[in-house]
């Protein structure tokens, strides 16, 4: 049961009047001014109601919550909604920020929702438009209506005009119209008028009814019944698609004007390649276009009448369409398929086809398919009585034209190729002037300068890998030294021993650049500075006499001046204790008389009173005090007198001791006759030249002396034999171990990068040297060069491939050109005359035997193009020969025997009068000639090869319908994907144009 409206605000309670005492939100710097309770309620065009709608502005840097619904309940604009806030001060509320102004409406709204959500407002938010209930009613019956409209009985229509040919042109005006106003529309019109609605707000008319408008105010015939729909229809779309062929044809008859366009005025390129893309492909096939048209929106517009949906409407515009190019594509397809087979033979045969045409030649079915069916088909026209000549003239024209393929293929890279020129081209590309040895010498030579450059010829380099590798070289065998010696290599020996004299003593130090010269300098700058030195020595032995004298004078007058101040110090210590003896003996004396006297005052007061006078004190007398008190006889007695302080002074004796005496003086001094010596400080200059050329000795040798150390070792490399006294083996390792050593004086990066490329280049370079030196070093000829550099190619062809590095480029084709012309040539039991017969099983066989390595070496050189084709020369190869026993000449006997039988039963047939059999005969052997040259024919297999497709002709009407379906039935989804597919097959066009 519904509260009254008060007990209601009063349950739900959350929002106060105004006024009323309330915390602030989040930000909120004061509260708002109106009375949420009583706010006007709106209701909305979707039936939803608002009360505390609201904007916020910002003013002063306070940021104000103001509603949108005025009092009297109607929804403000934004600029309405601030103009009243200015003008009444009315709002929901101040903050400091945009966000907690949103966050505090949003809470509102809620709020607000909560109230209204099951208040008296439910109540009228229900009193919407009523919905009436289903009214069931019967099926319409027209079972009794017998008679005819009265307005066409006479042949007149509802539009005012007679049946007839004069009303069926009128009435295709109007679909004329009407389908350019679609065409129009579905190319942008539409889109454009969509854009301007949504703008303004006012709905704009599409292109087709604009046209419709249009064909009325003219007065032509309007549809009537639904044949006059359908034709409508079809007209419509045969508009669309004559105006898109008009379009293609008139780009189409541009391209015959172009050229002398452009010949007076230049245009780029890629307009007119788009515009005559578009003109093939709007223009394409026109008779099929009109068929598809008709067809197809015949189909649409039937299903449409019959009340089908736009999705039936599509499906029956699909089927129409494409009907007469199904027809079309039909007959071709099922007659490909039948020879041929299915869509992996056409694969492969339009790929076996490729492949051939590298050579000039073309596959039979069976070769191209790889079908064993077709195979075996071919095997049996080989051996027949009426195809085996076909079959066999094909076989000789494929080989011929296959090995003139290969020739061209061979005589492209190097003019007649044989063995004996490819294997002088080897011999001189590695030996002869600019060959390879040569060229990588100076190629080597110059890595090395570049590094050269970059090193300071004087800088010392450390030796220690190469000393190591001879001392490895000529090492003893441990228990067997005389076996040692047999395989210990004398230059070696000698080798070492001089480089650890170089490196290592002071000799090698001298025989640097300059070291004597600086030397020589040295000992006479030392030289001379010894003589400077002895005079400089007796001067300093004065001095040095002069001041020991001077200091023992001081010494002497310091200990008497200490004698002194030790003196006087006893006598004032002497003195000072007299004083006080004599002063603590006036001090007794005077207590002690001070006692007398007391004594004497007290008997004295005793003696007065009779009871005191017998008991008197005792008193000291003046002989007792004299006793007690000292004299100053005796004090000065008890005292040092100054014969006892003299007594504790130092005697002179030990004054001299204690003194430096002029014997020590001179021993402390450097004795004259090491002064005045001839060869005075000699030894010392030897000394310091020694020990300055010991200290240089470091175990290095200049880098210059180094680098020429490494040349001369390359040379003997590069120059060794089998009789070489050093083999190449020891000289390599002696190369490596000075290359490593000279690593330590590239201390740059780009030293080092320059060291190691060149490095690299040496290392690489050796090797190839020890990988050809076998082959050039042949007898025999240049012939049996290159059966040596051919030799490997089964087992990887390393050394093919180290010898096709080291050619130049046509010394690399003249080794192609000859391994490839040899590779198919037939065996000697098969070749012609000439020795030119090609054998595919001979070419195949090679083939498979080379290695990937030494086919890569031999064909991967000249480019992807030519790699490519000779791949595909090994897939024709396979191919014939899987083939081959299709097209193989049969054997002799065979081949009599079908002809003889075939011969005889036709002839026969004949002579019996059995014409009927020997017209199947007949008819028998006609049509395996016909199916031979079918699969043999070059134009014909390439036609099978063809991929059976949808004619283009039939897309840009299908699409046409589609647009008008879309655009009938207000399927914007339709309009969409008619667009696209137009605009997708506009691209493929052009992709495949551009291809």
Known sequence: ???????????????????????????????????????????????????????????????????????????????????????????????????????????????????????????????????????????????????????????????????GPLRDAMFGARSVLQGGGSLIGALGGDALGALETKITGRPVASFRDNAARLADALGLPQAQTAGDRIYGDIGEALTGTALTMGAGGALNAGRTVAPTLARAAPAPQITAGLGQRAGEFLAAQPGLQVASTISGSGASSAARESGAGTGGQLAAALAGGLAPSALAAGVPMTLRGAIRGGEANRQNLSQAIDDFAV????????????????????TLLGAGPTSAGVMNRFAERQAEAIGAGLQQQADGLFRNPSAERAGRAIEQGIRGDGGFIRTSRERANQLYNRLDELLPQDERVGIDNVRTALAGLNEEIPGAPSVSRFFQNARLEGIESALSKDAGGIEGVLSRPGMRAQVDQMRADLTEQAALRRAELAQETNQQRQGLVAEAGQQRESLLADQERLRERMGSMIESRRAQLYQEADELELQLRAQQQAAIAENRQRGMFPETSNSLVPVISDEEIARQVPTRQSIDARLPSQADIEAQMMSRADLDAQVMSPQAIEQRLTPETAINQQNFGSDYVEKQINDYLTSQVDGKLPYEALRKLRTLVGGELENTSLVSDVPRSKWKAVYAALSQDMEAAATTPEAKRALDRANRYFNARATRIDDIDRVIDRNGGPEKIYQAVMGGVKDGGSTLRSVMQSLPEEGQKAVTAAALRRMGLANPGAQDAAGETFSAATFLTNWNKASPEARRALFDRYGPGFSSDLDKVAKVAERIKEGGQAIANPSGTARQGAQFAYWGGLLGSIFSGNLGTAGLIGAGGAGANLLARAVTNPRIVKWMARNTETPVGAIPAQINVLKRIGAENDDQDAVELANALSEQLNQGSDQQNGQ
Do not use: C
């Open 359 to 378: 050579l000039g030649a073309t596959p039979s079915v069976g070769q191209g398919t790889g079908s064993w069916s077709r195979q075996g088909a071919e």
């Open 1 to 163: 049961m519904a509260l009254p409206w008060e007990e209601y605000q009063q349950a739900q309670g959350p929002n106060a009047p105004a006024g009323a005492a309330t915390a602030l939100a989040r930000g909120q710097r004061a509260a708002g001014n109106i009375d949420l309770t009583k706010r006007p309620v709106v209701r909305n065009p979707d039936g939803s109601i608002s009360t505390v709608r609201s904007i916020s502005a910002n003013f002063d840097g306070n940021e104000v919550l103001i509603p949108t619904v005025s009092d009297d309940g109607k929804i403000l604009s934004d600029d309405d909604a601030i103009a009243a806030y200015q003008r009444t001060g009315r709002n929901l509320g101040v903050f400091d920020t945009p966000e907690n102004a949103t966050a505090y409406a949003e809470s509102l709204h809620n709020q607000q929702a909560d109230m209204y959500a099951d208040g008296p407002w439910t109540e009228y938010q229900d009193q919407s438009i009523p919905t009436l209930s289903t009214v069931s009613a019967l099926p319409p019956d027209f079972s009794g209506v017998t008679s005819t409209v009265d307005s066409t009985a006479s042949g007149r229509q509802a539009d005012g005009w007679m049946a």
